[in-house]
Each structure stands twice: as structure tokens, then as C-alpha cells.
């Protein structure tokens, strides 16, 4: 099954996502004899990528960017720190107590790192919050 987008511009024509191509360029590349011959046709309406696009997503594919492991680390860091002063410590309290730590962390990173684990938290939560007010 391919996955198609609408074009805001062309209503009428669908636009094939990158990871599709990726993904079929991956299935039929023994078929046209590597990448390259088969980059022209994989998609002619809409869905060209350039050889550089094809390599870049299948390695994103096969092993994480820098940024994706740092934060996987510094979010045990920030879970470890709010925890541990009773969960009342925000971005800007966590961000020093982590620099007195020695971890080098920008505050915008520790802010967005914040809003992420927030959000999975809130996706846990009960499904009908209102009926917890009363």
C-alpha cells in the first residue's frame, strides 16, 4: 500500500511520500540493477528524490542521529533530577541543577526535552480529566 498525500497546489495529483520511495526503491533495487537506474522511475508523476535524499533517509533508518541518542540519555537525566526534588522543578531549575552536575545542556534543550516527556505523561493520563475535578 502506498502512502499518498494531496497537493495543496494540484488537488488532483497525489504526492508519494520519501520513506514510500525509499522503502520501494529498497524492494526493487536487484529488479533495475542498483539505485541509480531505478531513481528516474520510481515515481514519474510527483515523487522524484535526488541519490543523496535516497542514502540519507536509509541511514537515518539503520542508525540514529547524534541529536535522537543525547536525548535519549539526557531524558533519564531530566526524569532523575525532577523526580528527585519531588517534581516540582520546571525547565530552567532542572537546567542549573544539571549544569551543576557537569552536564553541559543548552536550556532550549532541557525546555524541549520538558514539553516531550510532558506530553508522554499526558498521553497515560485518564481519558475523561474533567471527571478528576469534581
Same mark, same amino acid.
Given at each position: 500500500?502506498?502512502?499518498?498525500? /494531496?497537493?495543496?497546489?494540484?488537488?488532483?495529483?497525489?504526492?508519494?511520500?520519501?520513506?514510500?520511495?525509499?522503502?520501494?526503491?529498497?524492494?526493487?533495487?536487484? &529488479?533495475?540493477?542498483?539505485?541509480?537506474?531505478?531513481?528516474?522511475?520510481?515515481?514519474?508523476?510527483?515523487? /522524484?528524490?535526488?541519490?543523496?535524499?535516497?542514502?540519507?533517509? /536509509?541511514?537515518?533508518?539503520?542508525?540514529?542521529?547524534?541529536?535522537?541518542?543525547?536525548?535519549?540519555?539526557?531524558?533519564?537525566?531530566?526524569?532523575?533530577? &525532577?523526580?528527585?526534588?519531588?517534581?516540582?522543578?520546571?525547565?530552567?531549575?532542572?537546567?542549573?541543577?544539571?549544569?551543576?552536575?557537569?552536564?553541559?545542556?543548552?536550556?532550549?534543550?532541557?525546555?524541549?526535552?520538558?514539553?516531550?516527556?510532558?506530553?508522554?505523561?499526558?498521553?497515560?493520563?485518564?481519558?475523561?480529566?474533567?471527571?478528576?475535578?469534581?
Amino acid at each position: 500500500m502506498r502512502a499518498r498525500f /494531496r497537493n495543496a497546489s494540484s488537488p488532483t495529483k497525489a504526492i508519494t511520500g520519501r520513506h514510500t520511495l525509499v522503502a520501494f526503491i529498497d524492494e526493487h533495487q536487484d &529488479h533495475f540493477g542498483g539505485v541509480e537506474p531505478i531513481l528516474p522511475r520510481a515515481d514519474p508523476a510527483r515523487g /522524484r528524490i535526488a541519490l543523496s535524499t535516497y542514502y540519507v533517509r /536509509r541511514k537515518r533508518l539503520t542508525s540514529p542521529s547524534p541529536r535522537s541518542v543525547r536525548d535519549r540519555e539526557l531524558k533519564t537525566l531530566v526524569k532523575a533530577v &525532577h523526580e528527585t526534588n519531588y517534581r516540582v522543578y520546571e525547565a530552567r531549575k532542572i537546567w542549573r541543577a544539571l549544569n551543576r552536575q557537569g552536564h553541559d545542556v543548552a536550556r532550549c534543550t532541557v525546555e524541549r526535552l520538558r514539553r516531550e516527556i510532558r506530553e508522554a505523561d499526558y498521553c497515560r493520563a485518564t481519558t475523561n480529566p474533567i471527571s478528576q475535578l469534581s
